[in-house]
């Protein structure tokens, strides 16, 4: 194997150590940030839309009564509009798995042949917690297969399945991987093998892996974006009437306060 990379297999360990113990924590709090993101996501386009059925009552049906059937033309319009977001970034989304899949299939095949693979089980955590009696827990702690470069003081975790794209460090490692890459084509220029492209595309072919991911996470952003549209589309066109009357409620008492 060219010295320049080495590859790491997958790995499951049992750690009990406080290092385990901060990393479980970790883990927990990346779960719920992202769960916080999609949730603003979501809030912020369902307050888009109200604000859209707000501007249309207050400023195009000036003098007239915002009716039922005024509020329901107004939700199909909504959901008419999140229908084709949400086709749309669902063939980018597909469309960037595929890309995921073909470039992990062709590193494997390259760099473990034909016959063997890169497989996670999709019940296996990245750090799980066991209680194995009163006072007592163990830590099992997953980790990728990942490629070492020369150039690079850190392992880079290879994603195999859409439970990895929430997990490693998506962001960060796309960055490594495109700061560094000029500095890793100048080693292997001085290199004795000249036949370096091997490296340089088990490099590339890493980086557009993560870029796929990153584009994948947009476009299920976008996604929910989509959802939150219809969604709230149809339930601002049975309860749009009820609700402008306590937000009128609220900008009124806020107007009156600081009077």
């Known amino acids: ?20 113990k901060r990393r479980y924590t970790v883990n927990i ?15 912020v386009t369902i307050s888009g839309v109200f604000y859209i059925f707000y501007i249309f009552d207050k400023n195009l049906l000036i003098g007239k009564d915002f009716s039922y059937q005024e509020a329901i033309t107004l939700g199909a319009l909504c959901s008419a509009l999140g229908s ?16 995921i899949d073909l470039n992990i299939e062709t590193l494997q095949s390259d760099q473990l042949g034909r016959n063997k693979k890169w497989n996670r089980w999709p019940f296996v955590d990245r750090i799980s917690k066991h209680r194995i009696s009163r006072n007592s827990n163990e830590y099992y702690i997953y980790s990728n297969p990942s490629i070492k470069f020369c150039n690079l003081n850190r392992k880079i975790h290879i994603p195999l ?20 890459r000029k500095n890793y084509r100048k080693i292997l220029a001085f290199q004795p093998n000249e036949d370096y492209l091997k490296d340089i595309l088990v490099w590339d072919c890493l980086m557009n892996t993560y870029k796929n991911v990153i584009n994948y996470k ?5 996604s929910y974006a989509g959802w939150s549209i219809v969604v709230s589309g149809i339930i601002f066109s049975f ?5 402008i009357t306590y937000f009128d409620s609220i900008i ?8």
Do not use: G, Q, W
Request: net charge positive; glycine share 0%.
């Open 29 to 43: 709090l990346n779960k719920l940030s992202y769960i916080v993101i999609r949730l603003l996501t979501c809030a």
């Open 161 to 180: 399945s859409i439970k990895d794209f929430y997990e490693l460090k998506i962001l960060y490692n796309y960055v490594v991987l495109k700061l560094n």
């Open 252 to 259: 009124l008492a806020i107007s009156t306060i600081r009077s």
């Open 84 to 99: 084709p977001i949400i086709t749309i970034t669902s063939i980018f989304s597909e469309h960037c798995v595929r890309n």
């Open 239 to 243: 309860l749009y009437p009820k609700l």
């Open 1 to 20: 194997m060219n010295n320049t990379y080495t590859i790491n297999l997958s790995t499951i360990k049992i750690n009990n150590s406080n290092v385990a």
């Open 218 to 222: 947009i476009h299920k952003l976008f």
